[in-house]
Structures are given as structure tokens and as C-alpha cells.
């Protein structure tokens, strides 16, 4: 009994040290993809958002198909020169993904804040995955960039519960998609 209680309180108590003493939720969390990341996933990867895809291998699962709990790992370009990890909250269809992240738009004036259900795109010629565009809550759609991603890492099934909501706007994901082409 009571090591099952130590493996429900741990990743609770990792939960609560990585969020703001005023914060209530996951989705109150203001910082850094990284942290907000690995608590959402359960997924105990350190380090730059970009060296997340190989730091995975031989731990964790990898993979080019979009899972819910997975981490979509961004590559390090010229816009993103530390890479972005993000994590998947609702597979929609093959090309049209929600994804829960922090620190992408500027909310409240600043960056940081976490973001659910946010639409992802696959962009890719080849439909694998590769070339991605994400929607930009400072222009109410998907961004004109498209990013490139290693692709996703399956963590063990410990995911946040403010991953997704009760009620995300499929519709809205499925127009930000096939609009912006």
C-alpha cells in the first residue's frame, strides 16, 4: 500500500514544485515548453527542447504518428533556436492535431503562458509528419511558418488531466487547417 501511494504522490508533487505557489492548475503555468512539458507528459527528459528527440532514444518510445500524451518534438532553427516540445492533447484526422504547451504566443502581454487544444497542422509532402504549421493566438490562426519536427515521443500513459478540455473546437481546428493552405 504504501508504495502505491509513493508512485501517486511523486509525480503530484513534481506537479506542484514546478508550478507557480498562486497557480491552481497546469494551465495556469507561465515559463519555459520544457518543464511544462515534462510535467504534462510525464515524460523525465532535461535540456533543450531540440536535444529531446535524442535523449529519448533507448528510453522512451519514438515514433512519426501523432498519439495523445506524446511530446512533438520541434527541431532548433532560426526561429527556434532551442527547439519547442509541446504535447499532444486530441488526435482530430490524419493531417490535424491539438496540441497543450507553454511559452509559443504572447498572452497578457508576455510569453511563457500554457495554451490547450492548440491546432497543429502536418504540413509535409509526404504526410509523415516532418514539416508542421501551428496555430498563433497573436494572429487568430495558423502562423505563415512552418517548423520542422524530429517527431514524437510516447511516454508511459502518466499524462496531465488539463491536457485537453470537455469541449475542444474541432471545427475551428479543422478551418485554421484546410483555410490556411
Known sequence: MKAL???AVLPLCALLAALPADARSLLDYVGQCVPFARQASGIAIYGDAWTWWSQAEGKYPR????????VVVFEKTGRLPLGHVAVVSRVVEDRVLMLTHANWSIQNGERGHAEQDV?????????????????????DGLGSSTYPIYGFIYGKGHTARELTSDKPDYVGALIDAYVAR
Open 119 to 139: 491546432t497543429l497542422f502536418d504540413v509535409s509532402p509526404e504526410n509523415d509528419w516532418t514539416k508542421v504549421k501551428v496555430w498563433f493566438r497573436d494572429s
Open 5 to 7: 501511494v509513493s508512485k
Open 63 to 70: 515514433g512519426h504518428s501523432p498519439r495523445v500524451g506524446a
